[in-house]
């Protein structure tokens, strides 16, 4: 299931990164990777704050829905 559509507070495992691949590697730059956590905090307006490598990130629905859990 995409990001977007995970419950706040549930830690879930990266299965996929979808997009272009310059979209793949910002995503990985800030610390999306196969294989790595992730847990929603908040879902706002249209940006999600996820907890990634024990920092908080803010990305726009549209880049969430390119996360597969």
Do not use: Q, W, Y
Request: hydrophobic content about 40%; aromatic content about 2%; proline content about 1%.
């Amino acid at each position: 299931m995409p990001l977007t559509m995970a419950k706040e507070g549930e830690e879930n495992v990266i299965k996929k990164i979808g997009g272009r691949e310059e979209i793949r590697r910002f995503l990985e730059s800030l610390g999306f990777v196969t294989g790595g956590t992730v847990t929603v905090i908040s879902v706002t307006g249209g940006n999600v704050i996820v907890n990634v490598r024990e920092a908080r990130v803010a990305i726009g629905r549209d880049m969430a829905c390119k996360i597969t859990v």
